[in-house]
């Protein structure tokens, strides 16, 4: 009697955990399908298709900068993406936002410096220093920056949850794909996105706060040097 007893307890157990499996990969695969089909609609391929909103700021998306400073391929393709935009409409302010949370890892300035080098003034780049994740980038751009609308530029697979987020938090964007080189390690920056959007999406409906606040930078009215951690020539 007691090894049936058993028995059924270990089968329902089983049964109960390969449905709890089935429901979370069922949740996980509906909330990547609602997050792609809602950005899907705000979302272009060329710089030149780009929507111009009054007002917009560019907003370019961090990623791995080099020991020796210099952007790697995935970052300086956004940061010509962003260059190419702005090229239409060289009223358009930049917020570059990334990691420097350390003095010896430093994303944004990496991307400031990229983005002189083509030419484009530095009254018209400002830098966000704590942008250590793509929520707390859109979450700083509307709390800190004030940014009512924005074109967001990054890579197709990023593009969908960085434009859900920034509408998420009240931001009209639009998205603009940087996807200008091939990526050797694309399969692994796409698996990790389905989980990503799964997390953010539940970021978006809780709304934790990001690791930094602090004081507003109104990006419409205010000095770019005011976000500068660096002298400029």
Known sequence: ?????????????????????????LASLLINLY???TANTYIYSSPNDTPLLDSSVIIVLGAQVHSNGNPSGILKDRLDTAYAIYKNNSQLKILVSGDH?????????????YL?????????????HAGFSTYETMYRAKEIFEVNKAIIVTQDYHLKRAVYLANARGIEAYGVKADILSYPNIKYFEAREYLARVKDFCYSLFNPKPTYLGDKIPIMSTDSSLTYDKKVD
């Open 35 to 37: 997050m792609i089909n």
């Open 101 to 113: 949370g350390q003095k010896n890892y430093d994303e944004v300035n990496a991307m400031k410096d």
């Open 1 to 25: 009697m007691k090894k049936k007893t058993l028995l059924t307890y270990t089968l329902r157990t089983l049964v109960f955990i390969i449905g709890l499996g089935f429901f979370a990969f």
């Open 116 to 128: 002189i080098s083509l030419g484009i003034p530095t009254k018209q780049i400002y830098l966000d």
